[in-house]
């Protein structure tokens, strides 16, 4: 059986900065009947855990550190014996929920730019895309023309900016040459809101330049 992706919607809160919002997160699983991998851990373990089914998870992998998509990963990821996947560069950020100083765990291994993780005989490819966070990535699925884009890439253009840990010229600067370099009909599936594709976004990259974050 080939990889399929599977979606959920968790509701809940992000903070950063002193303020509070209320948001919902797509968090999306790649894998067959057997084995899969979880993007991004937001809200609700449970409701998370009841997607995976039964299933074999490789890892929970991190798109960023925000809190809004690893607050549940140390949980989930314990509950089946699987690895929390995450840049070292957004270690900082991951700290802001997870504070070492009271205990709680570290992301278990460290993504690289490059590197592979295969599951259901599907590889996702990390790319290192910093600016909504230093180490924001996407995972690239060409087998399922499918990038997973976490809070980097939006329908409608990059991910917000205007908090800590953010810059927007490194954002776009990421999008130009490591998103927009993908095929025109791969699919974002992205950390909020509706999917779009490369090619519905790339026209629009220099009015993204002229409006700024």
Do not use: K
Not at 34 to 49: L, R
């Amino acid at each position: 059986m080939s990889a399929r992706v599977d979606h959920l919607v968790t509701s809940g809160t992000f903070s950063l900065d002193g303020q509070t919002f209320d948001v919902d997160n797509n968090v999306w699983l790649v894998g067959d009947d057997h084995e899969c991998v979880v993007v991004d851990a937001p809200h609700d373990a449970d409701v998370i855990a009841a997607a995976v089914a039964g299933r074999r998870l490789l890892a929970v992998v991190a798109t960023h550190a925000h809190d809004d998509h690893v607050r549940q990963a140390p949980a989930l990821a314990a509950r089946f014996g699987a690895p929390v996947l995450l840049h070292p560069a957004d270690r900082p950020v991951w700290e802001l929920t997870h504070r070492p100083q009271d205990g709680a765990p570290a992301p278990t291994t460290d993504l690289a730019d490059g590197q592979v993780i295969s599951v259901a005989g599907t590889e996702l490819h990390v790319l290192h895309t910093p600016g909504h966070s230093p180490g924001s990535v996407c995972l690239y699925a060409p087998g399922l023309d499918t990038v997973f884009t976490g809070d980097t890439l939006f329908a409608g253009g990059p991910g917000a900016t205007g908090r800590s840990f953010s810059d927007f010229p490194t954002i776009v600067r990421s999008i130009r040459t490591r998103l927009l370099t993908l095929p025109a009909e791969t699919r974002v599936l992205t950390g909020h809101g509706d999917s779009t594709t490369i090619g519905d976004e790339a026209p629009h990259l220099q009015e993204w330049i002229d409006r700024g974050h």
